[in-house]
Structure formats: structure tokens, C-alpha cells
């Protein structure tokens, strides 16, 4: 399994903009996917973005065109970026791997935005 490790969560204004990393431990090269889940308040956790081995990228509706997921495999880091955040994005966002038949979670990161 790889270790995975969220960061760059925080508090934020509407419309502003935060750039969630996740860094692992090993080359992500080989990753067949990596995803960002985020778990609202007293919700149940969702898929947000989607990133393939291959690069291709996919979004949940409520975040296309605000959201970019993309890697950097000489650091072994997936990133988020998020702009024109709404209140509604406030959530735990976690980091997700799956290399054959192996899961890997990282640990989350709070991400608040207020009205």
C-alpha cells in the first residue's frame, strides 16, 4: 500500500481559492487512480475528482469548472486545486489511491468556508 498524506486545508472566504495537496510515498506513476472524496458535515462521504493513471481527469457536476485535479510524479503529490469556493464545499477532503487491488486513504484535511 502507499501512505498518502493530505494538506493545505484551512479556512476561507467565499469565493476565494485553496490548492489541497496529497503527498505519497512512493512514485504514483503507477497508480491506476487517485481521487479527492470529501465528507460535508453529517454527510456521507463523496467522490469530488478523479484522476487516471493515464491523466484523465473527472469531476462531480457540483464542482466542474471550479475544481482541478492534477499530479506532479517527480514530487509523488496529487493536488486540488479549488477555486470560486462556496460554503457548501466545506467538508473533510481526503486523499485516495487504487493500485490493483490495493486501497489506500489518507488521513483528511479540513476545508471550512464561510458566507
Known amino acids: 500500500q502507499v501512505h498518502l498524506v493530505e494538506s493545505g486545508g484551512g479556512l476561507v472566504q467565499a469565493g476565494g481559492s485553496l490548492t489541497l495537496s496529497c503527498a505519497a510515498s512512493r512514485s504514483i506513476l503507477s497508480i491506476d487512480v487517485m481521487a479527492w472524496y470529501r465528507r460535508p458535515p453529517g454527510e456521507q462521504r463523496e467522490l469530488v475528482a478523479t484522476l487516471t493513471r493515464s491523466g484523465s481527469a473527472s469531476y462531480v457536476d457540483s464542482v466542474k469548472g471550479r475544481f482541478t485535479i492534477s499530479r506532479d510524479t517527480t514530487k509523488n503529490t496529487m493536488y486540488l486545486q479549488m477555486n470560486s469556493l462556496k460554503p457548501e464545499d466545506s467538508a473533510v477532503y481526503y486523499c485516495?489511491?487504487?493500485?490493483?487491488?490495493?486501497?489506500?486513504w489518507g488521513q483528511g484535511t479540513q476545508v471550512t468556508v464561510s458566507s
Open positions: 485516495f489511491a487504487r493500485d490493483y487491488d490495493d486501497r489506500s
